[in-house]
Structures are given as C-alpha cells and as structure tokens.
C-alpha cells in the first residue's frame, strides 16, 4: 500500500512542473531535528514522509484548503459528526516508554528583540501554533452559528475508572532560562486573555461588551471540586492581583450571591500518596439574608444587620468605653454575654 502512495505522489509531481520543481525523492542528507533546519529542499522518506522547504517570502509552505458546497444541507440529522481539514490520528502500544505526540510544532525564534536595541523598535512576534475562526455572514441576515478558536478536550472511556489515570484537557507551560532572574519587565507570562474589537480601518471604535475573559462550569451530574486552585513547590508572591484592574462604575472586585462564603484559615491535606487527606475551614464570613455574620467553630460571633445593628457574642471593650467594674456601658447591663449597638450606644443585652 506504501509504494502506490509514493507513485500518487511521484506521478503528480511528474504532472506538475510546479510541483516536479518543489519536491525530490531519495534519501537525503537529513538535518538533526533536534536542532534549527538545515538542508536541501524538498519531500523524501526516510522512517516516513519528511518535507522541507527553504521559504522566506511569506508563502506558506503547506495549504490545505476545504470547502463545503454551496447549499449543502445535512440530509440526515442523526448522522451529522465532524468533518476534518487535517486529521492526525495516533495509536498508542500498551506498553510504552517514550510519549505520542498526534501533532506537535515547533518555531525555533533567533529574532533580534529589537533593531539596535531601540525602543519601539519591536520586531515581529513568532507563534508555534495558531487556532483562529472568523464568524462571516452566512447571507440569510440570522446569526451565525456558534464559532471556536480552539477546542481541546480529553475524554476518558475507560470501563473501570480508578481515578490514577491522569486526564487533562490543556497544560500551558511558561518555562524560564536555565540562568535564573527576576522578571523585571513582566514579560513572563503562563496564560494571557484579552479581550479585543476587530477594526482593520484603525478608525474610531464603538463601545462593545465580551461577558466572559474566562468561563467555568460543569455538567449536571459532575461536581467540580475547586474550579481555580493555585498550588506547587514554588512561591507565590499575590493569589489574585486587582490592583491595575480598570473596574466599572460599580467597582465590584468580588461578587458573592447570598448565602456563600468566605473562608479563612483553610486548610487541605490531600498530596500523592494521601488521596484522602480531609479539607475544610474553621472560619467564615458569609451574607446570611439581611445579616453578615462572622463564624467560628463556636457558630455566629459577629453579626452586622442592614439596618447597622451589631450582634455580639461577646463585648469587650476599650478603656473609658465599659465599665468592667460595674458591667454597665450605656445600659443597665450587669453580666454581659451579648449586646446590641446601634449608634455607639448599647440598646439591648442578655
């Protein structure tokens, strides 16, 4: 089967003149892939098929292009599935040592920062991989369907699940040199959202609104333990970072529905080799209806009602405020476990 994919290949580069130009067969003198190309242009085989192309004229060196007929329509709904531009499909052995890869890219960057180390003087930025859709009008004058940049997804269809098998949908590394310091410019960065309005005539733009810089959910019938969880063997300087944060008018940094907290001296025990360790929290501030309470493991100790009402559960005072002698600040009381202030002014205890 090999071979006629080789004269399919031979016989359309002989048909071309283009393309009986571009590519040659044989075995080459193949460049270390460990290392930036070097070698003689054009598509041979050795332990499978090797292209290489000197381009520096801004073609790409591959194109796959596919289009969908003009008013194709989906006979039948309950086939409908996916259609690919490219399909890289990998089998794996069940035993194996070195790791599969179905598609990697690689850019290796030896471009200057800047010309002469001037500023803005930027040169260009180079990407490994690009995932970019463009949502057209579809010449009906209704929305366009639903549109993705990129989709990466890991589903596991293990028939017994042991909960060892680790399954990530996306892993985003940032790793520094191997030489160390600080990042003083910030120009390290893991993961960047940003959030843009498409305007080639660079004229002025009108206001619009993204809902979401980054959307978490889960299905029905899964519970998502911690949605954001920031851990590791190295320091962290700030968990959450909302000082150059351009807030609405509203200037809302937090926002919590009734009834949900927030805990202090956390803690969670869990770590390889203790997969049951317990989590939980001693202490919580939470909005409970009209009142914010403040909770211990000796239940509601501080609680502000709307109206400014305080409800303590103990009072213990600065000196010239209570009297610790007579048990009396503002009111006659004389054994103190829970007082009511409103105004500065005890108006009830018990």
Known sequence: MKIFNYLAVAML???????????????????DLNF????????????????YQ?????????????????????????????K?????????????????????????????????????????????????????????LTPTSTSWGGNFNCTDLQTVVTGKSPCVGAEIDTVTARSGGTDRYRQNIGLQISANQWHPERGPKAPTTIAYGALIGSGDTVTLERAITLRGGGQIGIGLDMVKAN???????????????????????WAPGNEYGASGFGRSLRLDADWLRYTTPNGN??????????????????????????GQWGADCTSVERVTVRNGIVVGCN
């Open 13 to 31: 580069a002989m048909a071309s003149p283009a393309l009986a130009d571009t590519f040659s067969f044989g075995q080459p003198n193949l460049p």
């Open 36 to 51: 930036p190309m070097a070698g003689q242009p054009g598509m041979y085989t050795q332990n499978g098929w090797f292209f």
């Open 54 to 82: 000197m381009n520096g004229q801004g073609s790409p060196a591959l194109r796959v292009q596919r289009e969908v007929a003009p008013g194709y329509t989906q006979s039948n709904p309950a086939e409908a599935g996916t």
């Open 84 to 140: 690919k531009g490219i399909w890289s499909a990998t089998f794996t052995g069940q035993v194996e040592r070195d790791s599969e890869w179905g598609i990697a890219s690689e850019v290796f960057n030896r471009t200057m920062h800047a010309v002469g180390n001037a500023e803005g003087s930027e040169q260009a930025q180079h990407v490994a991989v690009v995932g970019q859709i463009w949502v057209e009008d579809n010449g009906t």
């Open 247 to 269: 807030l609405t008018s509203d200037k809302l940094a937090i926002a919590l529905a009734p009834g949900q907290r927030i805990a202090f001296d956390a803690y969670d025990n």
């Open 301 to 326: 100790v501080f609680n502000v009602h709307d109206s400014g009402a305080l409800d303590l559960a103990s009072y213990v005072a600065t000196t010239g405020l209570y009297n610790k002698t007579t």
